[in-house]
């Protein structure tokens, strides 16, 4: 599928890019140089994307910043795979008052937008990369928690479940040895999805000011930067 082909091929070089970032970036992503303020893009070597507020180079701090954009994605990605897997699968295993119990926490947490909640929860805890990959995690499980116990309720009734079960296996070998390697098909496209999902969200936080503070460099705090100068230096945005 070409078009396929042409965002795979997108997707690869923009990691390449982010991991390579030490050996391909032409400067130092923070090192600061009044005198270069505001250069356009291929005004002057080595800056061929021009330079920011504080005359730093915008190419490194691109590359630099895709680093800790990319790392929040999966780390954040982890955490809402796991988090949901496990309240999805004791949910659809174990049934009952748990099943109940744990849906209706689900819905409940969907009931606050997902935005202000972290915009909430950031306000309270010093925004570290760790922490701010986290927080967006432990926020944005839900939708996998409900398709994980969607698949058990099915699972569960299966001839190879009633095999193991009759062969004495207990609850927690028939949850994660028969059941969770059975769902990794639809766990691999939501944890694809979570990547993207997380890498926005860590830009919208940061360019609200909760995110990765300078002088680390995100795509998110980057934008934060560069709105003030959109009417003069626009490209710093773009």
């Known amino acids: 599928h070409r078009l396929a ?39 002057r070597s080595p800056f061929a994307l021009g ?5 730093r180079d915008t190419l ?31 949910a ?5 008052w748990i099943d109940t119990l744990l849906m209706r926490f689900v819905d409940t947490m969907l009931c606050f937008p997902q935005v202000f909640l972290l915009l909430v929860v950031a306000a309270f805890i010093p925004p570290t990369l760790i922490s701010i990959s986290l927080i967006i995690g432990l926020t944005s499980w839900m939708a996998v928690a409900r398709i994980v116990r969607a698949e ?10 009633q095999a193991a079960r009759a062969l004495g ?15 990794a098909a639809p766990l691999l496209v939501a944890a694809t999805l979570n990547v993207a999902a997380a890498v926005l969200m860590e830009s ?23 709105q003030g ?3 003069t230096v626009p490209w710093l945005a773009i």
């Not at 400067?27 to 600061?32: A, F, I, K």
């Not at 659809?92 to 009952?96: I, P």
Request: charged share 10%.
């Open 5 to 43: 082909l042409v965002g795979g091929i997108t997707v690869v070089l923009l990691c390449l890019s982010a991991f390579l970032a030490p050996a391909i970036a032409p400067r130092d992503p923070l090192l600061l140089d009044t005198s270069v303020r505001f250069l356009a893009p291929f005004a």
């Open 51 to 55: 330079t920011d507020e504080l005359g």
């Open 60 to 90: 490194s701090r691109l590359l630099y910043g895709g680093r800790i954009s990319l790392t929040v994605g999966l780390v954040a990605m982890a955490t809402t795979i796991v988090t949901g897997s496990l309240i999805g699968l004791c």
């Open 92 to 96: 659809g295993y174990l049934g009952g």
């Open 152 to 161: 058990i309720l099915h699972l569960k009734e299966q001839d190879f479940v």
């Open 169 to 183: 296996a207990g609850s927690g070998r028939i949850m994660f040895r028969e059941l969770l390697p059975n769902i």
């Open 204 to 226: 919208y936080i940061s360019y609200l000011g909760y995110g990765v503070q300078p002088p680390l460099a995100s795509w998110g705090n980057m934008l934060t930067n560069a």
């Open 229 to 231: 100068y959109f009417d």
